[in-house]
């Protein structure tokens, strides 16, 4: 299992907001290879797959339609400590609370509407990775 890979999803607020391209070149100057990328969209059903975890918490249903509501941009990305810096480059969950220069920070709107998703385990990252992409679709 790749131990220096992570799962992005841009989320459909920050595509409605026409922020995919800064956001996108926000990792890529952090030094973040793109090792499979796709512009695609989740059904509600996929989208309540991909966050099963939080399904007893009392935003699952709100983030499920939140996630199946418009177009997302996918993609595995590679870089050493590729967990832990994907988070810190991305801030905090409720970006109220995300540094000063962070992905959420700059472009989340709300907890709900937190701009991108990242992996939070390098086996999380494996399962999300073939969860979006078949083997053929990765390039490391
Ligand atoms: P992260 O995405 O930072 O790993 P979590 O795994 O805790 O955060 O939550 C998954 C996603 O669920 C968050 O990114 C956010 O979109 C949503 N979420 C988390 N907590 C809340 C909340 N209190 N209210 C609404 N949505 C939330």
């Not at 509501?69 to 991305?90: C, M, Y």
Request: aromatic share 8%.
């Amino acid at each position: 299992m790749a131990t220096n890979r992570t799962l992005t999803m841009i989320k459909p607020g920050a595509i409605r907001n026409g922020h995919a391209g800064a956001i996108l070149a926000q990792i890529q100057a952090a030094g973040f290879k793109i090792i499979a990328m796709k512009y695609t969209k989740l059904s509600a059903e996929k989208a309540g797959e991909f966050y099963a975890v939080h399904k007893e918490r009392p935003f699952y249903g709100e983030l499920v339609d939140f996630m199946s509501s418009g177009p997302i941009v996918a993609a595995v990305l590679e870089k050493d400590n590729a967990i832990a810096d994907f988070r810190e480059l991305i801030g905090a969950t409720n970006p109220a609370d995300a540094a000063e220069g962070t992905i959420r920070a700059k472009f989340a709107t709300s907890i709900g509407e937190n701009a991108v998703h990242g992996s939070d385990s390098d086996e999380n990252a494996h399962i999300e990775s073939n969860f979006h992409f078949a083997a053929t679709e990765m390039f490391a």
